[in-house]
T-cell receptor, first 112, second 112 residues
Framework: DSGVTQTPKHLITATGQRVTLRCSPRSGDLSVYWYQQSLDQGLQFLIQ???????AKGNILERFSAQQFPDLHSELNLSSLELGDSALYFC???????????FGPGTRLTVT | LAKTTQPISMDSYEGQEVNITCSHNNIATNDYITWYQQFPSQGPRFIIQGYKTKVTNEVASLFIPADRKSSTLSLPRVSLSDTAVYYC?????????????FGTGTRLQVTL
């Protein structure tokens, strides 16, 4: 158990809809990262927040947005969903060091 | 930002030493290298991190040559449970922003 929690575990929705994925980092970690992993694909970095502020942006689509709240939990919002958005979405957290990240169990999103 | 390349797959017998190399030709001075292990449908798990020369912990060693254009993860005496995908991650943390580039992943298959 990494200490990072993600909800929901599974999500099935239709094209065009909007969903929100939630992540709670490890106690004391200020950074939260979001990643997308499509079937049998590698990890695509989406975005990082540090203590409520956006720190780094990767290959995140304009239809996607994220935020980190004062209690440090984070939400990833995916809108106008397309079939290609079906994937595992991972959240990770870290302390001062960016390299040593602790990953949650992921949310499996299926868009039908 | 450093582009990373790894072999797609490797096979090994149980009890052997396995070396997985990651190429990161245009790594910058501020970048450091981290390796992760991922089992199917689980979040990646941190293995080891280094900047140069050699780093060793209880599960692996990381070798980084002087030019830092590649790194090698060494797993001593692998077991069946080491069958997983291994990712290298090049991280640049400039204080106000981070850049993260995951490698393509190496699928390690360990057999008896």
């Amino acid at each position: 158990d990494s200490g990072v929690t993600q909800t929901p575990k599974h999500l099935i929705t239709a094209t065009g809809q909007r969903v929100t994925l939630r992540c709670s980092p490890r106690s004391g970690d200020l950074s939260v990262y979001w990643y997308q992993q499509s079937l049998d694909q590698g990890l695509q970095f989406l975005i990082q927040y540090y203590n409520g502020e956006e720190r780094a942006k990767g290959n995140i689509l304009e239809r996607f947005s994220a935020q980190q709240f004062p209690d440090l939990h984070s939400e990833l919002n995916l809108s106008s969903l397309e079939l290609g958005d079906s994937a595992l979405y991972f959240c990770a957290s870290s302390g001062q060091g960016v390299g040593e990240q602790y990953f949650g169990p992921g949310t499996r999103l299926t868009v039908t | 930002l450093a582009k990373t390349t790894q072999p797609i797959s490797m096979d090994s017998y149980e009890g052997q030493e396995v070396n997985i190399t990651c190429s990161h030709n245009n790594i910058a001075t501020n970048d450091y290298i981290t390796w992760y292990q991922q089992f199917p449908s689980q979040g990646p798990r941190f293995i080891i991190q280094g900047y140069k020369t050699k780093v060793t912990n209880e599960v692996a060693s990381l070798f980084i040559p002087a030019d830092r254009k590649s790194s090698t993860l060494s797993l001593p005496r692998v077991s069946l449970s080491d069958t997983a995908v291994y990712y290298c991650l090049v991280v640049r943390n400039t204080g106000t922003a981070s850049k993260l580039t995951f490698g393509t992943g190496t699928r390690l298959q360990v057999t008896l």
